[in-house]
């Protein structure tokens, strides 16, 4: 999946990758990270995106569980949920840079207000949405029977609906300059 045609060796000035870390188990993130520097041309940029888990906050436990089922489902499935925490070393052992930068964004999920920054009731359909799809990986990571899981969405959203949900996500960003 992550072998690359060897003519592709120095050919993109730009290679990006991210949101793997669901999808990458923890010992193979050098190969992958080594395919992307080998396709980049000297000089050009190879840039790495990964979310950390959202934070857990103190009135919801519903959706603290949800997230722990995420990070179990994802560690089931062969993923990195912690990658975040090593991103920078295994990044900087991939290859070598003329530089290297590194950026941490902050996204909020907050449902306690409809002010800049905090998710509108829209939005927060789109999430319940989006944990809805995500119900088919957690029963496939096999972290929780589907009448728990069934359970715990109803309890999340009724955290979102009491507007309770008070968490951050966190993305991290690496570029590097190749030499």
């Excluded at 519903?62 to 920078?88: C, F, H, K, R």
């Excluded at 290859?95 to 306690?112: A, D, N, V």
Aim: glycine share 6%; proline share 6%.
């Amino acid at each position: 999946m992550f072998d690359l045609p060897a003519d592709f060796s120095n050919y993109y000035n730009l290679v990006h990758a991210r949101f793997l870390a669901p999808f990458v188990a923890p010992h193979v993130w050098s190969t992958i990270l080594g395919e992307l520097v080998r396709v980049c041309k000297p000089g050009g940029w190879v840039v790495w995106t990964e979310p950390a888990v959202p934070t857990k906050g103190e009135r919801t436990p519903a959706w603290n569980q949800w997230l722990d089922w995420v990070e179990q489902a994802v560690e089931y499935t062969g993923g990195s949920p912690s990658i975040t925490a090593s991103m920078e070393q295994v990044f900087r052992q991939a290859g070598s840079w003329e530089e290297i930068e590194r950026q941490k964004t902050s996204l909020p999920l907050h449902t306690t207000s409809t002010t800049r920054g905090y998710l509108l009731a829209d939005q927060v359909r789109v999430l319940h949405r989006w944990l809805l799809a995500l119900r088919s990986y957690l029963l496939a990571g096999k972290v929780v029977s589907p009448r728990m899981l069934d359970q715990g969405l109803k309890q999340v959203e009724e955290e979102f609906n009491r507007r309770a949900v008070t968490s951050q996500w966190e993305w991290y960003t690496l570029s590097g300059r190749k030499l």
